[in-house]
């Protein structure tokens, strides 16, 4: 009843840019955050950032400064802008949603996208 579709990712050189999307579809009621988690090989998987839907952003302390996290309200979207990107920051990353479903439950629940890969490498 929920779908999540990342894009953005790909094959980059340390030190360049990327901008991952993720657009959330189907019988949303409403939607209480979005944010990206990431997860390297043989690694847990991390917060990368959050954004509720009244703006307020957070981010894992390490990442602060090079990733920006923005919302689209009205597209039920959001971005993550990568910069100076380095080669642990390979890794899929994973579009996650709270919300609300039309009919379903008076709590929110989680969803999750397939994840985009990104690899840092010269």
């Known amino acids: 009843q929920v779908q999540l579709v990342e894009s953005g990712g790909g094959l980059v050189q340390p030190g360049g840019s990327l901008r991952l999307s993720c657009t959330a579809s189907?019988?949303?009621?409403?939607?209480?955050?979005m944010g990206w988690y990431r997860q390297a090989p043989g690694e847990q998987r991390e917060l990368v950032a959050t954004i509720s839907s009244d703006g307020r952003a957070d981010y894992a302390d390490h990442l602060k400064g090079r990733f920006t996290i923005s919302r689209d309200g009205a597209k039920n979207t959001v971005y993550l802008q990568m910069n100076s990107l380095k080669s642990e920051d390979t890794a899929v990353y994973y579009c996650?949603?709270?919300?609300?479903?039309?009919?379903?439950?008076?709590?929110?629940?989680?969803?999750w996208g397939q994840g985009t890969q990104v690899t840092v490498s010269s």
């Open positions: 189907g019988r949303i009621y409403a939607i209480n955050a």
């Open positions: 996650n949603a709270n919300l609300f479903v039309f009919g379903v439950a008076v709590t929110p629940d989680d969803y």
